[in-house]
């Protein structure tokens, strides 16, 4: 399996991005639950959202409840971050990862720079 993210860039407080993730391999892309972390510099990765297999569960971390929405479309085997009113202390490595349904995430992939200047 594959999860190569994309589409953060350097914006300013305030702006959104689309963060998307691209999945490959098998198992069926729809039997897994998917997520998004990011990674300050210094910091631990924490979780921003989580997103079930039918797309109808969505989860998020406070502090981007009201901001971030995440989706998928599992015809095309990829997930997305809609981030919305961008902060600075929104800045990092944003990356995809994958769980079996209702488990722990077992799996990351390559992230995409989110830089936020206030």
């Known amino acids: 399996v594959q999860l190569q993210a994309s589409g953060g860039g350097l914006v300013q407080a305030g702006d959104s991005l689309r963060l998307s993730c691209a999945a490959s391999g098998r198992p069926p892309f729809s039997t897994y639950d998917m997520g998004w972390f990011r990674q300050a510099p210094g910091k631990e990765r924490e979780f921003v959202a989580r997103i079930n297999g039918n797309g109808f569960r969505r989860d998020y971390t406070d502090s981007v409840k009201g901001r971030f929405t995440i989706s998928r479309d599992n015809a095309k085997t990829s997930v997305y971050l809609q981030m919305n009113s961008l902060r600075p202390e929104d800045t990092g490595v944003y990356c995809c990862?994958?769980?079996?349904?209702?488990?722990?995430?077992?799996?990351w992939g390559q992230g995409t720079q989110v830089t936020v200047s206030s």
């Open positions: 990862a994958r769980a079996l349904r209702g488990r722990p995430f077992d799996f």
